[in-house]
């Protein structure tokens, strides 16, 4: 069974055949270099990258960009899509609403360029029961793909009821390995903390939970050590009162966080969806707080944990009084039980396949 590809096996290089990857990438959140640091490792070396960024992206490429001999390219750029040394065309990377990058795919697939569509979830937004007129034109657009994934199973259901080709593959994240690194961790054990910075409410929403994550990592005789995953993020925890316990400058080190959470008793996250998946990934147990949902919903770190069977780990305002030591040590309890059976070690081995049926599409065009 493969390992998760590391940052160390690839280094894009020059070569007359050119992907261009479409995403939120190079804007420093780290789950989105998470996505395209592991997309372009598993579709190889023997191709060189184009990314197609909004144009304020771009001013980071120039400190933070890890991929040396990857170009840039505006994601108004159509042209640069459909020269004779493009061969596909990789949309991706996360939610993405119908019409995201769709400009550049159309011209791409004019030239017969080779179209994925992956890592992604398609749900009811992509379509309106009282239009059939956008129904069909979704489901037109998505059809323009040659290879489409998914990264939750509500998304197989909304297209198998729109006649949608696709398949369910896990969230990109999974197959990124973790880089081991002196990390300035505590000498105990500790647990992982995250913040999404969601103004103008952010401190108000979270602040009733802060001290049940206190007493859990008490509890456990735990430290807390909180990792941003973008800069508003870390000014955040600095708010909240946790700026000595902040790792700060991993945004575009997802394979340094994923070390960090690795070494974690158990991983709290506050509105963000990868560090669930870095966990779920090491077989570190989660708990996701979506604190701006009064129940629970089909939001997608909510679909992640309960589709694969750690519901456990889900909380929301409704259940903000059983944010507390005692039943967050017992819901640990039950997770780490389910951790021990490594449920999702083969999410890489599936990932590495589609990787390689992805080469071989590129390389057909």
Same mark, same amino acid.
């Given at each position: 069974m ?12 020059s ?10 990438f190079?804007?420093?959140?780290m ?17 060189s ?6 144009s ?14 990857a170009?840039c390219i505006d994601s108004?750029?159509?042209g640069?899509?459909m020269?004779?040394?493009?061969c596909g065309f990789? +949309?991706g990377?996360?939610g993405?609403g +119908?019409?995201f ?18 890592g992604?979830h ?9 239009d ?15 290879v489409?994934t998914?990264?939750?199973r ?9 006649d949608?080709?696709g ?5 990109w994240?999974?197959?990124l390995?973790?880089e ?14 995250t913040?999404r910075a969601?103004?103008?409410d952010?401190?108000? +929403?979270?602040t009733p939970w ?7 990592a008490?509890s ?10 973008d ?6 925890a600095?708010? +909240? ?9 991993l945004?575009?080190?997802?394979e340094?966080a ?5 070494g974690?008793?158990?991983v709290?996250?506050?509105?963000r969806f990868?560090p ?6 090491e077989h ?16 997608k770190t909510?679909l992640?944990?309960r ?5 456990e780990g889900i909380?929301h305002r409704?259940l ?8 967050l040590?017992?819901?640990l309890?039950r997770l780490q039980?389910?951790m021990k ?13 589609l990787?390689?049926r992805?080469?071989?599409?590129m390389?057909a065009?």
């Amino acid at each position: 069974m493969p390992k998760p590809i590391s940052a160390a096996k690839v280094d894009p290089k020059s070569s007359p055949k050119q992907v261009v990857l479409r995403g939120f990438f190079a804007k420093g959140n780290m789950g989105d270099e998470a996505l395209s640091h592991s997309i372009i490792r598993h579709i190889g070396p023997d191709f060189s990258y184009k990314f197609a960024l909004n144009s304020p992206a771009l001013d980071a490429t120039t400190t933070h960009w890890p991929y040396k001999g990857a170009k840039c390219i505006d994601s108004l750029n159509r042209g640069e899509v459909m020269k004779p040394d493009v061969c596909g065309f990789f +949309l991706g990377g996360g939610g993405l609403g +119908l019409g995201f990058g769709y400009n550049q795919m159309i011209c791409a697939r004019r030239a017969g360029k080779a179209i994925v569509h992956s890592g992604v979830h398609i749900h009811e937004d992509f379509f309106s029961k009282k239009d059939p007129v956008m129904v069909e034109a979704s489901r037109a657009m998505l059809k323009l793909a040659h290879v489409t994934t998914v990264r939750d199973r509500l998304s197989i259901d909304v297209m198998a009821h729109y006649d949608v080709p696709g398949e369910w593959a896990p969230d990109w994240a999974f197959g990124l390995a973790a880089e081991p690194w002196a990390a300035p961790l505590p000498s105990s054990d500790y647990i992982v903390v995250t913040f999404r910075a969601r103004p103008p409410d952010d401190v108000e +929403l979270i602040t009733p939970w802060l001290q049940g994550a206190r007493d859990f990592a008490a509890s456990l005789g735990c430290e807390i050590v909180v990792v941003p995953f973008d800069a508003g993020d870390a000014k955040l925890a600095t708010k +909240l009162g946790f700026g000595d316990k902040t790792i700060k400058d991993l945004y575009f080190a997802p394979e340094k966080a994923k070390h960090v959470i690795a070494g974690a008793r158990a991983v709290v996250s506050f509105g963000r969806f990868h560090p669930v998946v870095f966990a779920m990934a090491e077989h570190v147990p989660a708990f996701a707080v979506d604190f701006w949902f009064a129940r629970e919903t089909g939001h997608k770190t909510t679909l992640l944990l309960r589709e694969d069977g750690m519901e456990e780990g889900i909380y929301h305002r409704g259940l903000l009084d059983d944010f507390t030591a005692d039943k967050l040590g017992a819901r640990l309890s039950r997770l780490q039980a389910k951790m021990k059976k490594k449920p999702f070690a083969k999410y890489p081995t599936m990932l590495a396949d589609l990787g390689k049926r992805i080469q071989a599409l590129m390389h057909a065009h």
